[in-house]
C-alpha cells in the first residue's frame, strides 16, 4: 500500500483547550506553580498537528510524531483558554514537517517545530506489538 496525500504547505488546523487545574505543571509533575503546564502545551500542539495530518491522510494511514522542538515563552494562569495552530511547512514523501504555536486569550505563550511521518496503521501497530516477544 503506498502513501498517497492532500497534505501541502500552508495548511493548518487550529484546537482550542482550557487551563484547569488537572493541566498545571504542580499537578503533572513539571514545576511547582499552578500555570498551564509545558508538556500539556505540547500535546495541544501536537493534537494540532496530528488533526491536521489526519484528515488528509488515505484509509489506512496515520501520522506518528516523530519529533517536536518547542519553547514556552509565557504562563497561561487556570481559568484561561488556550489554542494551538499547526501549519504545514514542508512535506517530502512521507515526513511532514509543521510549524506550531500556542495562545492564550492575551498572547503568543509558546512556539516551535513539529515533524511527523505518514505509517500503514496495521504494520506500525504489528511492529510495536512484537516488541512483546
Not at 489526519?54 to 522542538?69: D, K, N
Not at 514542508?90 to 498572547?107: C, H, M, N, Q, S
Request: charged share 25%; glycine share 10%; aromatic share 4%.
Amino acid at each position: 500500500m503506498e502513501f498517497t496525500s492532500k497534505i501541502a504547505p500552508g495548511m493548518t488546523r487550529e484546537v482550542r483547550g482550557e487551563v484547569t487545574e488537572k493541566n498545571t505543571a504542580r499537578v503533572v509533575g513539571s514545576g511547582s506553580l499552578d500555570v498551564y503546564a509545558t508538556p500539556c502545551m505540547a500535546a495541544l500542539m501536537e493534537r494540532a498537528a496530528a488533526e491536521l495530518c489526519q484528515c488528509e491522510c488515505p484509509a489506512g494511514w496515520t501520522t506518528v510524531g516523530t519529533a517536536l522542538s518547542i519553547s514556552h515563552r509565557a504562563a497561561t494562569p487556570v481559568g484561561l483558554s488556550v489554542r494551538a495552530v499547526a501549519e504545514v511547512t514542508a512535506v517530502d514523501g512521507r515526513k511532514i514537517g509543521l510549524k506550531v504555536t500556542a495562545y492564550d486569550a492575551r498572547e503568543e505563550i509558546g512556539a516551535g517545530t513539529h515533524e511527523r511521518f505518514a505509517v500503514a496503521s496495521e504494520k506500525f501497530m504489528a511492529k510495536a506489538e512484537g516488541k512483546k516477544g
